[in-house]
T-cell receptor
Framework: AQSVTQLGSHVSVSEGALVLLRCNYS??????LFWYVQYPNQGLQLLLK??????LVKGINGFEAEFKKSETSFHLTKPSAHMSDAAEYFC????????????FGPGTSLSVIP | DVKVTQSSRYLVKRTGEKVFLECVQD?????MFWYRQDPGLGLRLIYF???????EKGDIPEGYSVSREKKERFSLILESASTNQTSMYLC??????????????FGDGTRLSIL
């Protein structure tokens, strides 16, 4: 069965500092991995998606994530945090077909300190 | 642009009432999903549908049912609302394509309170 863990339910960074949000997954098949962001009072929107074409994936708003099979990780990073990055971030995993369920992690709330 | 619209942002209902949550997408997506979101638990799948008049149970279907009479509309029904169904409900849709799972597009959610 597939599962996702996100280390740290709350992360605080200073404006301009590196953002690192951790995601580890378990999957018995080659996974598809996603990061979504949720701003207050909104639904989730896709930040980026890993599909095995490249291990380093670039997303919107300056975020990127690196797929490391040996570590079963897909951590999200951004070199310099902005106040507008404050939000809830969800890592998700699925199988390789459109009929596979997507499993979401519990989420990490990011605070950016001015 | 892609649009998933949930009929209500906030809803207050009473215990025992039958509650309908509506979701419409304008992207001609085959897949539609209903999740509930609770603090610390992430998103939990209630029901999903791959096609009109088709439905599949997710991880927590008890106390809920769904209806998909048209491709663009997916309704979630709380048969007899209870206080433990107070939550944020999110609708999503996605395409069915070969070559990989497609990202889901979400509505803004309905915050439902059962008193």
């Amino acid at each position: 069965a597939q599962s996702v863990t996100q280390l740290g339910s709350h992360v605080s960074v200073s404006e301009g500092a590196l953002v690192l949000l951790r995601c580890n997954y378990s999957s018995s098949v080659p996974p598809y991995l996603f990061w979504y962001v949720q701003y207050p009072n909104q639904g989730l929107q896709l930040l980026l998606k890993y599909t095995s074409a490249a291990t380093l994936v670039k997303g919107i708003n300056g975020f990127e994530a690196e797929f490391k099979k040996s570590e079963t990780s897909f951590h999200l990073t951004k070199p310099s945090a902005h106040m507008s990055d404050a939000a809830e971030y969800f890592c998700a995993v699925s199988g390789e077909t459109s009929y596979d369920k997507v499993i979401f992690g519990p989420g990490t709330s990011l605070s950016v300190i001015p | 642009d892609v649009k998933v619209t949930q009929s209500s942002r906030y809803l207050v209902k009473r215990t025992g009432e039958k509650v309908f949550l509506e979701c419409v997408q304008d992207m001609d997506h085959e897949n539609m999903f209903w999740y509930r979101q609770d603090p610390g638990l992430g998103l939990r799948l209630i029901y999903f549908s791959y096609d009109v008049k088709m439905k599949e149970k997710g991880d927590i279907p008890e106390g809920y049912s769904v209806s998909r009479e048209k491709k663009e509309r997916f309704s979630l029904i709380l048969e007899s609302a209870s206080t433990n169904q107070t939550s944020m409900y999110l609708c999503a849709s996605s395409l069915i394509r070969t070559g990989g799972n497609q990202p889901q597009h979400f509505g803004d959610g309905t915050r439902l309170s059962i008193l």
